[in-house]
């Protein structure tokens, strides 16, 4: 079982940038998609970024195409997600997890487990 801790959020301003971190350890990191997730108060966890396993691919949610950038270090267990021109529908608890299979590239909330304890990220206006 692999085990993600997430750090890097904290409260911003609008158009501010953030850049989150997810350390991993635990299973052989580097045959796993990794992706993000976060929750906002009310609603459902919803898909952001997932990166391949190789870190060949990546995908995003519409809503911040353009604006996120997810990357992995294979070597150092770590996922990172960049997030420029936040805004505040961005605010959020931003969770990393791991892909339940090895070698596959899905995004589907339920592919996913090993989930951390996530990190608050506030956007204000």
């Not at 911040?64 to 605010?91: C, H, I």
């Not at 339940?100 to 996913?112: A, G, I, M, P, Q």
Request: net charge positive.
């Amino acid at each position: 079982q692999v085990q993600v801790v997430e750090s890097g959020g904290g409260l911003v301003q609008a158009g501010d940038s953030l850049r989150l971190s997810c350390a991993a350890s635990g299973r052989t990191f580097s045959i796993y998609t990794m992706a993000w997730f976060r929750q906002a108060p009310g609603k459902e966890r919803e898909f952001v970024a997932a990166v391949s396993w190789s870190g060949a691919g990546t995908y995003y949610a519409d809503a911040v195409k353009g604006r996120f950038t997810v990357s992995r270090d294979n070597a150092k267990n770590t996922v990172f997600l960049q997030m420029n021109s936040l805004k505040p529908e961005d605010t959020a608890v931003y969770y990393c997890a791991a892909h339940k299979l090895r070698y596959s590239v899905t995004w589907e909330k339920t592919d996913f487990g090993s989930w951390g304890q996530g990190t608050q990220v506030t956007v204000s206006s």
